[in-house]
């Protein structure tokens, strides 16, 4: 267990297994829309003996959008909670805490908050980490300002008046600035500062207080003897150290393949990122060198006739491809942990939104030491990953937030369940070409059988699962169904994980 705002490196202590403690855990998947916000109830017998909240967000949610889940929060839990794990620091997995700062501060007090290393004020490489996304999101948002100024003020327009496809023209500059925004406004809400962390925010919105045990971890670390959590221990998997592992977000050969089409909804959505942009290149499109700046150069008057033909703003667009690419970043800053029963060795895998680089560093030579039997063991990802029965989906069920050799493909214990917080009510436009992921939807209904959770209407997403280059039985879809459908009427998803 770490100490008040230092990391913890030592193994589990002996003499921490084969004894009597949790013997269930539940999980509860609130439902306000697409975004992580779980309660894990950790049970002895039927008394609840340490209690867990993950996350709270979701995507263009207001204040009541949250009310009912936080009553139904401060009801279970009777307004305390053993310790709270922020992932990382998207919109989507903890705007609620903002949202609804007050009634957390009046409602909901929490033992201990767990970060990942990259939220220490104390380590430099996540200082300079935090400093360099900073220039990155101001970067954005100039664009993203400026181009919402542009469509305020017509320029689209005015711009392709006269052109042929000036309808087509204009309504696809708006929906790229609509969905530049959208992301922004994602990757942007933890508190200002080139040194901001989410222990900021959360103390800025009173969530958390001088009170509150704050700790951060690190791949290969095990958390043991929580009070409360007796015969439980805790895998850290991520986020990585190295910043090789921390930029990599897809490989083709181990992940899953985008959708052919998007995901079907009430309104289309063009998918306008096409621009490459590269961090590291100059903001403007020329060298001045190349400019033409004679008012009577031919060439000038030529252009100066048709507004179409303009290229003024044009360099701009490259910001699409950079936030997509700062999006998927932060996605691998997750805090990845899983929680295992010691004595039967049973997992529950959280992998927050972590991409392909997080889950690749796991078998980069790491390990973790426990203790087994009164014996020390070193254990590896792929045995915490052999021993997964239940799978938080990864990045609401797209393609690039499962690693498929080196994550899904080693999950083989035949008794294996998952949810998704994915409802197609509430979803950012930008991913509906992403999610759900046909093909890694598909073989999580084969591979639990059914016992797969929505947060969303679930004939929605079957729909859009089932495409024409993947295969569902009819015996796993109708599980599905059938499981989904005992809580059509309930704000949440319960699963109870025996040990």
């Known amino acids: 267990m770490a100490d008040k705002g230092k990391r913890s490196g030592n193994p589990e202590p002996a003499g921490t297994t084969g004894t009597s403690g949790v013997d269930k855990i539940v999980v509860r998947m609130y439902?306000?829309?697409?975004?992580?916000?779980?309660l894990l109830l950790f049970k002895t017998g039927e008394k609840v003996t340490y209690k867990m909240l993950i996350d709270c967000g979701c995507i263009n949610a207001g204040k009541d959008t949250f009310t009912p889940y936080l009553e139904d929060l401060k009801?279970?839990?009777?307004?305390?909670?053993?310790?709270?794990?922020?992932?990382?620091?998207?919109?989507?997995?903890i705007n609620g805490f903002k949202i609804a700062s007050d009634y957390f501060r009046d409602n909901i007090k929490f033992k201990k908050v767990w970060f990942a290393w990259t939220e220490s004020k104390d380590d430099p490489v996540a200082g300079k980490y935090r400093?360099?996304?900073?220039?990155?999101?101001?970067?954005?948002?100039?664009?993203?300002?400026?181009?919402?100024?542009?469509?305020?003020?017509?320029?689209?327009?005015?711009?392709?008046?006269?052109?042929s496809n000036e309808k087509l023209m204009t309504n696809a500059q708006h929906h790229f600035i609509a969905s530049l925004t959208e992301l922004h406004e994602l990757n942007t809400l933890s508190a200002a500062g080139n040194n901001n962390t989410m222990e900021d925010f959360l103390k800025e919105n009173n969530v958390i207080d001088k009170s509150t045990e704050v700790n951060f971890y690190h791949p290969?670390?095990?958390?043991?003897?929580?009070?409360?959590?007796?015969?439980?221990?805790f895998y850290i998997l991520g986020p990585p150290?190295?910043?090789?592992?921390?930029?990599?977000?897809?490989k083709t050969d181990d992940t899953y393949q985008k959708r052919e089409k998007p995901g079907s909804i009430d309104f289309a959505f063009i998918n306008a990122f096409a621009a490459e942009g590269d961090l590291e290149s100059p903001v403007l499109p020329f060298k001045s060198t190349y400019e033409l700046t004679d008012t009577r150069d031919p060439l000038i008057r030529k252009y100066k006739e048709h507004n179409w033909r303009s290229i003024d703003n044009d360099w701009m667009y490259a910001a699409g491809s950079i936030a997509l690419r700062f999006e998927k970043s932060i996605n691998n800053t997750s805090l990845v942990f899983a929680i295992q029963f010691e004595e039967s060795e049973r997992i529950l895998l959280f992998p927050g939104d972590a991409e392909y680089g997080n889950w690749a560093s796991w078998h980069d030579g790491l390990t973790w030491d426990i203790?087994?039997?009164?014996?020390?063991?070193?254990?590896?990802?792929?045995?915490i990953l052999k021993n997964v029965v239940f799978y938080k989906v990864g990045h609401h069920l797209s393609q690039n937030g499962t690693a498929k050799s080196m994550g899904f493909e080693l999950m083989l214990n035949p008794n294996m369940a998952a949810m998704a917080s994915l409802d197609y009510k509430?979803?950012?436009?930008v991913w509906l070409n992403t999610m759900p992921n046909d093909e890694l939807g598909a073989s999580l209904l084969k591979r639990t059988k059914g016992k797969f959770f929505f947060a969303g209407d679930t004939s929605v997403i079957l729909d859009n699962i089932k495409t024409d280059r993947v295969s569902v039985f009819p015996k796993d879809e109708k599980e599905c169904r059938k499981m989904n459908g005992a809580f059509s009427d309930s704000p949440f998803i319960d699963y109870e994980v025996t040990g």
């Open 31 to 38: 439902r306000p829309g697409t975004g992580d916000f779980f």
């Open 75 to 93: 009801k279970t839990t009777g307004g305390k909670i053993d310790v709270l794990v922020v992932t990382h620091e998207h919109a989507d997995h």
């Open 131 to 163: 400093k360099t996304n900073m220039a990155v999101k101001n970067a954005i948002a100039g664009v993203a300002n400026k181009m919402n100024g542009l469509v305020k003020d017509q320029y689209y327009e005015k711009q392709f008046r006269g052109s």
């Open 220 to 233: 290969g670390e095990t958390i043991s003897g929580e009070p409360g959590a007796k015969g439980i221990r």
């Open 241 to 250: 150290k190295d910043p090789v592992y921390l930029g990599k977000e897809e």
């Open 371 to 383: 203790n087994k039997g009164g014996k020390k063991k070193k254990v590896n990802a792929r045995y």
């Open 426 to 429: 509430k979803i950012s436009k």
